[in-house]
């Protein structure tokens, strides 16, 4: 047994305060569209009911408890865990990160703030209803007043429970809380007080966001004093009872997975970790993330909090489950990551396996990811100047053309009679696109990859068009680039060179403008 006063008693009632007040409504269950989701995120103090039990096995997610024996440690004598317990008392604790504290409260004109709630509060209610964020009882006075009792309350002090269970409606926390995450989305302090008050009335999405802000503090407060994070953090506590508890909670297992490294504790934070992989793991193709994007943790994706700890393991010569690319593997396949889709595709580029890299590329565009947008763009472009072979043709037979000689491939192309171009399509290459259909759509993806903010992408769809012959097209392309705010990256500053030396000589046809090697990336 363990003293009254250690950390490991604290903690056990911890869990013991807030798993005896769950409602069996908060059991964790699966929806139709296979995305894990809560019931109901307020935990109501009911002592008298039972814990929910698990979901059955036939739900959408493998939830079996994993077998982490690699993992295990020895259990240490009741002495052993004393003297850890007087050890970690007797260490100084690191710098708590800056947090709202007993007599704080917002800053800024009150009024200003009501006067945004009647305009663009208006607006964020209306698309949150649309969207399905809010339920349709919340019309217009409701999320009004409810927003003009969290305004006032913000402005005259510290967050409270009152603050939130005293709302004019008597709406739920968890409703208050979803309103509070619309009005002055872009306010931190504000948006801070919000989850702290909600934090308070034991709102889940809150007790994650408050845990991850704090994990964000501290970790760059790591580089420094490279020290961990206490154990007497009431926030981390909660986290760890949701996530230790009978029906254990995905994102507060990510959270307290991430406590876990920061405490050097690899093993416990890589079995945590492999029980959430099996938990989350899809029995069809499903729509990455937990939640919604009202309120997801503002944290590293669970991808990289498992790359990390493995990482760690691996420099300790720990043995781990998986390996490093079947992660990656793992992540753009099974679960469809945008970001890992890129990275995997990249390693697909190493290894030479060009129609699997356009596959997996695509798949990353075809989420919204900007960066992959760009690179698929430059991918079908140089595949047009016969720098990289066709979709369906072998790479080790393939031989690019002379640099000299690039784009010649596709004049000739372009410059058959309609019947020379049917029959090749139909019989010939009815396998492989056309070098005209990879210029197509390399300069649509160019086109979108310049809204997403990437001025080289506006550079080459501008030449691209000016060589068919629309002009006017392309110089509109450029002006309206040097006049727009989104350009900023820190290649800005060349590609306004390169700029305006090509506008110098655009009306004249017979100058051939060679767009920067720089300008592509795959």
């Not at 039972?50 to 295990?72: G, I, K």
């Amino acid at each position: 047994m363990s003293l009254p006063g250690s950390s490991r008693s604290i903690r056990r009632q911890c869990q013991i305060r807030l798993h005896s007040g769950t409602s069996p409504a908060l059991s964790l269950h699966y929806s139709s569209n296979l995305r894990p989701r809560l019931v109901q995120d307020h935990l109501h103090p009911q002592h008298n009911q039972l814990l929910a039990p698990r979901p059955p096995p036939s739900a959408c997610f493998h939830t079996t408890r994993s077998n982490n024996d690699l993992y295990r440690t020895p259990r240490k004598s009741p002495a052993l865990r004393r003297a850890a317990n007087m050890r970690d008392a007797r260490v100084s604790s690191p710098p708590r990160p800056a947090d709202i504290g007993p007599e704080s409260h917002i800053t800024g004109d009150l009024t200003a703030h009501q006067k945004w709630l009647a305009t663009g509060g208006m607006d964020n209610w209306a698309d949150a209803v649309l969207n399905r964020d809010l339920k349709t009882e919340i019309t217009w006075p409701v999320f009004e007043a409810t927003g003009r009792h969290l305004l006032e309350c913000a402005h005259g002090g510290p967050p409270t429970l009152a603050a939130i269970e005293n709302n004019p409606r008597n709406l739920t926390p968890l409703e208050v809380f979803k309103i509070g995450k619309l009005i002055l989305p872009h306010h931190k302090p504000f948006q801070h007080w919000v989850s702290s008050a909600t934090a308070l009335a034991k709102v889940r999405p809150a007790i994650y966001i408050q845990a991850a802000n704090y994990l964000k503090e501290l970790r760059a407060q790591h580089n420094k004093s490279h020290q961990a994070p206490p154990r007497d953090v009431p926030i981390l506590q909660a986290v760890e009872a949701l996530a230790t508890g009978p029906v254990p909670d995905p994102r507060a297992m990510h959270l307290h997975a991430r406590v876990l490294g920061h405490r050097q504790q690899y093993r416990e934070a890589m079995a945590l970790l492999d029980e959430l992989l099996e938990l989350i793991y899809p029995a069809k193709k499903l729509e990455p993330g937990f939640e919604t994007g009202l309120y997801f943790p503002p944290i590293d994706s669970f991808w990289d909090t498992y790359l990390w700890v493995q990482g760690m393991m691996l420099d300790h010569r720990h043995k781990t489950k998986h390996t490093p690319e079947e992660i990656y593997r793992r992540a753009a396949e099974e679960f469809k990551q945008p970001e890992y889709l890129v990275r995997y595709a990249a390693h697909l580029r190493e290894q030479g396996r060009w129609d699997q890299y356009e596959e997996y590329m695509h798949m990353a565009v075809m989420a919204g990811h900007r960066r992959a947008t760009r690179r698929l763009a430059c991918y079908y472009y140089l595949i047009a100047q016969g720098r990289y072979p066709r979709r369906g043709e072998s790479a080790a037979d393939f031989r690019p053309v002379d640099p000299a000689q690039e784009g010649q491939g596709l004049l000739q192309e372009q410059n058959r009679s309609w019947w020379t171009r049917l029959r090749d399509e139909i019989w010939s290459e009815h396998r492989r696109p056309s070098l005209t259909h990879y210029r197509a759509m390399a300069r649509e993806l160019f086109e979108l990859a310049a809204a997403y903010g990437s001025p080289e992408s506006v550079v080459i769809a501008a030449v691209m068009a000016r060589e068919e012959g629309r002009l006017a097209d392309g110089e509109q392309m450029i002006r309206s680039m040097l006049r727009a705010n989104q350009f900023q990256s820190p290649e800005w500053t060349q590609v306004k060179v390169d700029v305006q030396s090509l506008l110098e000589k655009w009306g004249d046809l017979q100058f051939k403008f060679k767009i920067p090697e720089e300008y592509f990336v795959l």
